[in-house]
């Protein structure tokens, strides 16, 4: 079954809006197979966010994420990585259609409540990142 990688981000948490997320994946009919709270060093952020690792805005990433616990988990089902995507909508919650996570809850690009994995591979290189 095809899985992906999804965490909640630190604004969530703050927000009270775990829940509200983690129901919108249940109705969607995927399975959330593992969850766990965690909070993140800068050694496991810098890795998965070496993409963005030159950024000047790098270092607010780095508090951003290490300003309270995130929820990571593992959420299994057909298409679900693709279709996550879709329901999370674009970094930028401003840009992000209303009906979507980020559209409904975020309103600008660094504090957009979700992290899914934007790909098969990275999918399972997340999965063993932060499952092992
Ligand atoms: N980010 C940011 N400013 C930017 C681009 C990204 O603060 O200009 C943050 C934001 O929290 C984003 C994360 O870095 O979700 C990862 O960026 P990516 O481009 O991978 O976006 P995502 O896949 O989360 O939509
Ligand atoms: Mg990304």
Redesign the pocket.
Known sequence: MERTYIMT?PDAYQRGLIGKIITRIENKGFKITDMKMMALNEAILTEH?A??AD?P?FP??LE?MTSGPVVGMIVEGNGVVESMRKM?G??DGLEAAPGTIRGDYANN????LI??S?SLENAEIEIKRFFG
């Open positions: 981000k966010y993409h963005l950024k805005f607010e990433i951003y999370m674009p970094t690009k660094s504090e957009n992290h899914g934007d």
